[in-house]
């Protein structure tokens, strides 16, 4: 998964247009339930485990995108990088 598909994901969720890699979810409006959904659909579309908890501790795309690189992501082995 790369960062601009996490990007994406984000603003699918939050119901913008586009989002930047720096930009924090909960600056932007998520809360919670939000960060719940996404989640879910990184689970089930994407096949990435990863918990309400390490979304709030690493809420912008490029972070979470950083945090996934360096672990297992329960076990799915994700390759994150970003697109030219």
Known sequence: MTID???ALFARILGL?????A???F???GHSLLA???VEVLARENGVAVTV???MAHPAPKALAGHLDTTDAG???VQVSEVP
Request: hydrophobic content about 40%.
């Open 5 to 7: 598909q996490l990007c």
């Open 17 to 21: 247009d586009e989002i930047l890699p």
């Open 23 to 25: 930009d924090n979810f």
């Open 27 to 29: 600056d932007l409006g």
């Open 36 to 38: 719940a959904q996404l």
């Open 53 to 55: 908890d390490e979304v």
């Open 75 to 77: 076990g799915v082995g």
